[in-house]
């Protein structure tokens, strides 16, 4: 999308742009570098259930992991050998319960973990040492839906710093004037003051339609560790916002719209439509044909994926999802690309992305995918492999 107006174009005039972008994109083919994503190592762990990966400590090279159905915490090494096994869902001194959603390495061996209106921070040995309550800016309501867990972005800091980043996962926008995105903030650990950041800015379009773009509004964050800084992109609209998270007020540095084109015109629900429809349910639910689905910034570049689907898979209207129709769309074929970009220009041919996909990032150009299953792996061992991004010609 070059913009807003992209949307009500023709079809046969959206097809002549198209025509004429991809011409510009071969007359400059020769100045696009071809990256590979190589597998370089691999990583065995001796666990019998599925790790779900949450970060990385990159002054230990240690890996936080969990397990959904337990609420286990795994971490291990590079060679795969585990550290430690916790659980901290009870309700003693030292568990943090349930509801949480986003669990981080914060600096200096400890862990972070945000819960609905809570955050708590624990040692290198898994002791709690502090819990502060969330005191929020604005009026929007932020939920967590039962044990539901994520790592968000990874963002190790220094533990000396109060201002730690998160981003929730629910939100309550019931007219247009409140479209703002409140799935990113900075809490101040020691006083739980919290702010919101990242609103939309008016030349968005999701701003300037009369649709609501639900699930498309999700935000997409890296933390850029060389950079310190935090790149955030949406999943219909291409362009990368980058933020300084190290103050109580997170500054937006830069922004910019990078080389991205979605075939497809979004479609929402109208804000007048009834609240069962704005918030509930599979009517408040889009989906795409083609979507950026990941965000992985190191130096001066960023690696976006995006999942192109089977092209019959367009838009769909939440007024007319049904089941069956979700069923073909989801197991419709599908590819996922990623490529790279700098300052907003794109600087390598599309490469297949990893599969099962990547994970986290181990370092500058070096990514760890997540569990994978192989049948010459014995299956109460997870497999993870280490990738790096190669440069192999020009």
Known sequence: MKNSSFLFLPLFMIQLIACESNTELA???????KYELVKADSIIVDYMENINILDFDREREIILG???RSGDYIEFDLSGNILNEVNL?????????????QVNYI????VGVAAIGRYFIYNSDWQLESKVDFDFAGSYRVTASGSYITSGFSQSQDASNPFISISSVGFDVRKKEDLQNPHLFNVNVKTGEGMYFHHFPDSSFYLQSDQLFINMMDQISSYNIEKQVLDVIHRAEPILYRYDVSLAEPKLIDSYRFEYENPNSPRGIPFDSPPEVLMGGGGATIYANQLLTDLQSFGDMQLVSYLERHPLSDMINPSTLDGKLLREIYESPAKRWSYLIK????????????????????????????NYVDE????????FYIYELREVGN
């Open 376 to 383: 010459e792996v014995e299956r109460d061992k997870q497999l």
């Open 343 to 370: 300052d907003g220009k794109r600087i390598s041919e599309n490469m297949p992305s990893i599969s099962p996909g990547i994970a986290l990032q181990l370092g500058k150009g070096r990514f760890l995918s997540r």
């Open 66 to 68: 969990y397990h959904s």
């Open 27 to 33: 007359s400059d083919e020769s100045a696009i570098s």
């Open 89 to 101: 869902i009870g309700e003693g001194p030292n568990d943090h319960g349930k509801n949480t959603y």
């Open 107 to 110: 600096g200096g061996g400890k």
